[in-house]
């Protein structure tokens, strides 16, 4: 018999490549989607007749009851979040509610319904905010430098509590930074790679960026979610750091992007204040050695490849667009 995932935030980057994986491993996939979303599933329209969307909402707990009563999953993963971090400084209350109260809510479900369902949930390198070690391990403590980070950090920990107190098989994966060219538009990564490919087409004449000292871990979503399924594979409900062990700043990747390309990314980057962040995260690189050793796990795309592959698909997309002539008056 088939086994059952529930994905919530399945129409986001990192929901398209878990329902790849799964599919590909014999699952019978469902996909939980807001209503307001149900339009946005450019991700996962090639998965469309293969999967079950069912709508519901992390701020509904009846929503979430019914699902998980109807599909009886084995395995449930909460993706689905207030994902990107500027934007939790202009909703900080609807952040806690989906990444905070959001957590609870599934992890109530799955204790009400059937305790034998098996949690995975998505944990963030945010959530070290202003760090207090290089590398950062999963006994690394906490300081998160945004509401996103600091609604993670309780999703974490409410996560932590349900496995302890109710005996559920509910794990936390600290994803660090983890891209693709199904990256939302908004992410520096996607940014960067957009803005190269419109300025090699002649569609733009600048890129705007913020820090181009902050560092970050980045590595390709499809290896990141691979970790994921590992985790609800093992015997002991456990946490994991997932990270490359790289770091590279915003100008590396710049500079990488540009090259690629084969332009030279001076004449066109600009920095603009307005992509400051109030409080900045400098140095976020993860120590993912507990995942190599116990899961298996070891990512296969490096930087420079992903960069790549990001700026090639941006390249694809934007070239292959008609071009609209103005009428002449």
């Known amino acids: 018999m088939a086994r059952r995932a529930v994905i919530t935030?399945?129409?986001?980057?990192d929901g398209s490549y878990l329902a790849e994986l799964l599919l590909e491993k014999g699952y019978e996939v469902t996909g939980i989607v807001r209503r307001l979303?149900?339009?946005?599933?450019?991700?996962?329209?090639?998965?469309?007749?293969?999967?079950?969307?069912?709508?519901?909402d992390l701020l509904d707990q009846l929503s979430l009851v019914r699902v998980i009563q109807d599909v009886r999953p084995h395995e449930c993963y909460n993706l689905a979040a207030m994902s990107f971090v500027p934007a939790?400084?202009?909703?900080?209350?609807?952040?806690?509610?989906?990444?905070?109260?959001?957590?609870?809510?599934?992890?109530e479900a799955i204790r009400q319904v059937d305790p034998g369902i098996r949690f995975y949930q998505a944990s963030s390198s945010e959530m070290y905010g202003r760090v207090r070690e290089v590398p950062q391990t999963e006994l690394t403590p906490f300081y998160p430098r945004s509401p996103y980070g600091v609604s993670k950090v309780f999703g974490h920990y409410i996560t932590v509590n349900y496995r302890e107190s109710y005996g559920l098989f509910a794990v936390s994966g600290i994803l660090f930074?983890?891209?693709?060219?199904?990256?939302?538009i908004e992410f520096v990564t996607r940014k960067v790679s957009d803005g190269v490919a419109r300025i090699k087409l002649g569609l733009a004449d600048h890129l705007g960026l913020g820090n181009l000292d902050a560092c970050r871990d980045w590595g390709y979503a499809a290896d990141y979610v691979r970790a994921m399924w590992m985790m609800l594979q093992q015997d002991k409900a456990d946490d994991y750091v997932i990270a490359t062990g790289l770091s590279h700043s915003v100008r590396q990747l710049v500079e990488c992007a540009f090259g690629y390309a084969g332009l030279d990314w001076r004449k066109y980057v600009r920095v603009d204040?307005?992509?400051?962040?109030?409080?900045?995260?400098?140095?976020?690189?993860?120590?993912?050695?507990?995942?190599?050793?116990?899961?298996?796990?070891?990512?296969e795309v490096d930087f420079e490849r992903l960069v790549a592959m990001m700026v090639d698909a941006d390249l694809a997309r934007l070239s292959s667009r008609p071009v609209h002539v103005a009428a002449s008056p």
């Open 177 to 184: 930074n983890h891209e693709s060219p199904r990256r939302g």
């Open 37 to 56: 979303s149900a339009s946005n599933l450019w991700r996962i329209e090639h998965l469309l007749d293969r999967i079950t969307l069912r709508p519901a």
């Open 9 to 13: 935030g399945i129409s986001g980057q």
């Open 273 to 299: 204040p307005a992509f400051l962040r109030p409080a900045e995260v400098d140095h976020l690189v993860g120590d993912s050695s507990k995942a190599r050793r116990v899961l298996g796990w070891k990512p």
């Open 88 to 107: 939790s400084w202009d909703q900080p209350m609807l952040t806690g509610e989906f990444n905070a109260q959001g957590v609870t809510r599934v992890l």
